[in-house]
């Protein structure tokens, strides 16, 4: 059972995997529609980072995490090089824990 | 111009260690947990290779050690719906062949979306996608690895602050796109209702209602409405 359920997990992840990637060559689509598609992976990602950021499951997640991560943005914004902005959110995040703040 | 701060491979290769170091952190948590809730140990493993989604992975898990595995298969699919927009968004950046495309599409998960899109030039981001995506690949299930050995040993990864890592990695790869008025306003109001139904709706649901964010385009050119 918990191998099958894995398997279809997983053949289904690849499915919409795949599927976006050859549906956009079948739909020939038009090129106002094609310029929304980069706007529309970045509204996904934007709201993957802002969830993951200011949400524990459906609760609000504490102070550490969305310090760390209000840090890194900030270095991001001022075009601080990737690593940098990478440590710095975990580092950040990692102290005030350290310090007692969850 | 846009300029981009990854301007050579060498600065790419060292954006992918840095996200890859990462993964082996969160890679190593997962297996542990998958260990921890007293699921065999080939679970992990077969997960990291054949599902490689994180987010659906630790959320099946959970589900798995509950004695709901349907429930699991429903609720990682949903999670990974959104695979089919950056799929489009992404298109034929892993390559234009069959085979390039049926192997490379597995690779794809957030963080190789965003890198990809970050890059401007076409020729460049195919080089990224196999770049980030395997690297990504690789060291996720080495850390799989890592926590089924270490299990328990490994401790919390919020300590090492991670949590705030992954969103901060996507806000530096994602602000360059932001700077375009248009995609600023979709994607930031996207997130403003994603971030609002999160706590009403089932996990995936929210992130795909970020596309309605796509709607404030309408006002703005009412001829295509």
């Known amino acids: 059972m918990l191998i099958a359920a894995v398997i279809v997990l997983g053949i289904g992840t690849y499915t919409m995997r795949l599927g976006g990637v050859l549906l956009r060559e079948r739909l020939h689509l038009s090129d106002s529609i094609q310029r929304l598609l980069p706007m529309a992976a970045a509204a996904l990602l934007t709201a993957l980072a802002a969830t993951s950021t200011i949400m524990a499951g459906s609760d609000l997640a504490g102070i550490a995490r969305p310090t760390g991560v209000a840090v890194g943005a900030l270095l991001a914004w001022r075009r601080a090089p990737f690593v940098a902005v990478v440590i710095a959110a975990a580092a950040t995040a990692a102290l005030l824990r350290l310090a007692g703040i969850p | ?225």
């Not at chain 2, 919390?156 to 248009?182: H, K």
């Not at chain 2, 979709?186 to 999160?198: K, P, Q, W, Y």
């Open chain 2, 1 to 225: 111009m846009r300029t981009l701060q990854r301007t050579d491979d060498r600065a790419l290769r060292r954006d992918a260690v840095a996200i890859g170091a990462a993964m082996v952190a969160v890679g190593a948590s997962f297996g542990a947990i998958t260990i921890a809730y007293g699921l065999p140990t080939w679970l992990p493993f077969l997960m990291s290779t054949v599902v490689f989604a994180g987010g659906s992975q630790f959320l099946a898990v959970g589900l798995f050690a509950a004695g709901n595995p349907i429930a699991a298969v429903l609720a990682g699919l949903l999670l990974n719906a959104r695979h089919l927009p950056f799929g489009m968004a992404v298109g034929t950046a892993m390559g234009t062949r069959a085979r390039a495309r049926a192997l490379g599409s597995h690779f794809m998960t957030d963080e190789v979306v965003a890198f990809t899109l970050a890059e401007p030039d076409p020729a460049r981001k195919r080089r990224t996608y196999w770049l980030i995506g395997l690297t990504l690949f690789s060291t996720w299930n080495v850390g799989t690895a890592l926590g089924v050995l270490l299990g328990g040993a490994l401790g919390d990864t919020d300590a090492l602050g991670l949590d705030a890592a992954f969103p901060a990695a996507l806000i530096a790869l994602i602000l360059p796109s932001l700077r375009d008025r248009a995609t600023r306003t979709v994607a930031l109001t996207g997130a403003v209702i994603a971030v609002a139904l999160t706590p009403l709706l089932p996990a995936g649901l929210p992130i795909l209602c970020a596309l309605l964010g796509l709607g404030t385009l309408l006002r703005r050119r009412p001829s295509e409405s």
